[in-house]
């Protein structure tokens, strides 16, 4: 398994709030991402980096936020969350390997549930 | 619109007998990778095959890409209860640096 860690695992919230989804990995990869995915789905792209300061928005289109403050730090803000953001939130990082599309390392994700 | 379809979308086989998953994709690849999802739990890369190779070997697994039909399939031999789980394949693009997904195809090993 790779050094990617996402907190929380489990977070159940009402609607309104303001949550954040924290994302750090251990390897120095310049390339990190945010998945979202239902239960038995395909994998959605919301956001990604290519280094610090650098953030792009995906392929879904999300409510949500992110920073890229440090290189081993990505996290994911809903500044309100909804009952619709249900889902399984998947950060991902890659190695910095020009032309090659290296495999993308996974955390164990965040099971998000809005009441 | 997805880049990659897996087919079946769900296989039930025996310890022992062999699972063969297939994927389609619609544009140009870089390379095609295989990732394994156990429930609840976040994706594992298994193997990655460039678009110029057109089979690959790793352990009990077997790749084969074929760029004229754009399609790829992945063979597990005498599999193991332990391999049940969801097996996505992924694309990376010519452009860019998007990895994209299909919807998987949910494995069960009756043991």
């Known amino acids: 398994e790779a050094d990617i860690y996402q907190t929380p695992r489990y977070l159940v919230i009402g609607t309104g709030k303001k949550i954040t989804l924290e994302c750090s990995q251990t390897m120095g990869h310049d390339k990190m991402y945010w998945y979202q995915q239902d239960p038995g789905m395909e994998l959605h792209l919301i956001h990604y980096?290519?280094?610090?300061?650098?953030?792009e928005k995906g392929d879904l289109s999300s409510e949500s936020t992110v920073s890229r403050i440090r290189t081993e730090h990505f996290p994911l803000t809903l500044e309100s969350a909804r009952p619709s953001h249900t889902s399984q939130y998947l950060c991902?990082?890659?190695?910095?390997?020009?032309?090659?599309?290296?495999?993308?390392?996974f955390g164990n994700g965040t099971r998000l549930t809005v009441t | 619109s997805q880049q990659g379809e897996e087919d079946p979308q769900a296989l039930s086989i025996q310890e022992g007998e062999n699972a063969t998953m297939n994927c389609s994709y619609k544009?140009?690849?870089?390379?095609l990778q295989w990732y394994r999802q156990n429930s609840g739990r976040g994706l594992v890369h298994l193997i990655l095959?460039?678009?110029?190779?057109r089979e690959k070997h790793s352990g009990r697994l077997r790749v084969t890409l074929d760029t004229s039909k754009k399609s790829s399939s992945l063979l597990i031999t005498a599999s193991r209860a332990a391999d049940t789980a969801s097996y996505f394949c992924a694309t990376a693009g010519t452009g860019g640096f998007k990895t994209i997904f299909g919807a998987g195809t949910r494995l069960f090993v009756k043991a």
């Open positions: 991902a990082s890659s190695e910095p390997r020009e032309g090659l599309r290296s495999p993308l390392h």
């Open positions: 095959i460039r678009s110029n190779e």
């Open positions: 544009t140009s690849i870089n390379n």
């Open positions: 980096s290519y280094g610090v300061n650098s953030t």
